[in-house]
């Protein structure tokens, strides 16, 4: 059964700049799917500011034909023996919105286990390049909005050179998420999000999106001295 794996970690400055460049995961690895290789960013935070680009923490999205190829990359590759050494959950598919190019939407989708189960969302996107200044207008708030929402369990966007942005969060449960993407949650200025949406709508930021939604398998390692985030839901 394919799966899908999310990964962040620190690694040396020059490596990172290598990264920008040149694919480090190779296309050719057994069982590889499809993957991103992202400069990890601080959501809400200002454009210009150096928490805005985190150059050395990276963010790797990869989908593979199985559990064991994941595996098998990360003990014998070695980047894949670098990623090993930060986090990294593995996904169960559930849900798509949209399309991205090379992802394979597997046939099987899995189930959460209960209403109150944390659940996984990926957002990708390729910007259309004349739609930054009004996407950057829009998004803000929402990132802004994800960030401090008390149904996250984890959330940050990552930046790939020269137009895919993404996001990745941890909720604690289906309907926190809903809410929060719907305008309902108790929180400030709760229709940022769905306001956003209704302006992709009217004119579109990306010629190529998709949101993905996932069942958190299993959880690997530590990421900034955190660790466990799934199982962080009270």
Same mark, same amino acid.
């Given at each position: 059964?394919?799966?899908?794996?999310?990964?962040?970690?620190?690694?040396?400055?020059?490596?990172?700049?290598?990264?920008?460049?040149?694919?480090?995961?190779?296309?050719?690895?057994?069982?590889?799917?499809?993957?991103?290789?992202?400069?990890?960013?601080?959501?809400?935070?200002?454009?210009?500011?150096?928490?805005?680009?985190?150059?050395?923490?990276?963010?790797?999205? /990869?989908?593979?034909?199985?559990?064991?190829?994941?595996? +098998?990359?990360?003990?014998?590759? +070695?980047?894949?023996?670098?990623?090993?050494?930060?986090? %990294?959950?593995?996904?169960?598919?559930?849900?798509?919105?949209?399309?991205?190019?090379?992802?394979?939407?597997?046939?099987?989708?899995?189930?959460?286990? +209960?209403?109150?189960?944390?659940?996984?969302?990926?957002?990708?996107?390729?910007?259309?390049?004349?739609? &930054?200044?009004?996407?950057? #207008?829009?998004?803000?708030?929402?990132?802004?909005?994800?960030?401090? %929402?008390?149904? @996250?369990?984890?959330?940050? /966007?990552?930046?790939?050179?020269?137009?895919? &942005?993404?996001?990745?969060?941890?909720?604690?449960? &289906?309907?926190?998420?809903?809410?929060?993407? #719907?305008? #309902?949650?108790?929180?400030?200025?709760?229709?940022? %999000?769905? +306001?956003?949406?209704?302006?992709?709508?009217?004119?579109?930021? #990306?010629?190529?999106?998709?949101?993905?939604?996932?069942?958190?398998?299993?959880?690997?390692?530590?990421?900034?001295?955190?660790?466990?985030? @799934?199982?962080?839901?009270?």
């Amino acid at each position: 059964m394919n799966i899908s794996s999310f990964h962040l970690v620190k690694i040396p400055f020059g490596k990172a700049i290598k990264g920008l460049f040149i694919n480090l995961i190779k296309t050719n690895t057994k069982g590889l799917i499809y993957s991103e290789y992202m400069t990890a960013m601080t959501l809400g935070s200002p454009i210009l500011s150096p928490s805005r680009f985190l150059i050395r923490e990276i963010a790797i999205f /990869a989908q593979w034909e199985s559990e064991e190829d994941l595996e +098998n990359f990360l003990e014998k590759d +070695n980047f894949g023996k670098i990623l090993n050494k930060g986090w %990294h959950i593995r996904l169960g598919f559930m849900r798509e919105w949209g399309k991205i190019k090379d992802y394979k939407v597997p046939k099987e989708k899995e189930i959460l286990d +209960n209403p109150n189960s944390p659940v996984v969302a990926v957002t990708i996107a390729r910007m259309k390049p004349l739609a &930054v200044p009004r996407f950057l #207008h829009w998004g803000k708030p929402v990132e802004k909005l994800v960030r401090d %929402h008390s149904g @996250t369990l984890l959330s940050l /966007a990552s930046f790939k050179f020269p137009n895919t &942005v993404s996001t990745f969060s941890i909720w604690k449960n &289906v309907k926190e998420m809903e809410s929060m993407v #719907h305008g #309902h949650s108790k929180m400030p200025k709760p229709k940022r %999000h769905s +306001n956003a949406m209704k302006e992709r709508e009217r004119k579109n930021f #990306h010629f190529e999106f998709t949101t993905l939604r996932f069942k958190p398998l299993s959880e690997y390692g530590s990421w900034k001295g955190n660790s466990n985030y @799934t199982k962080k839901t009270v």
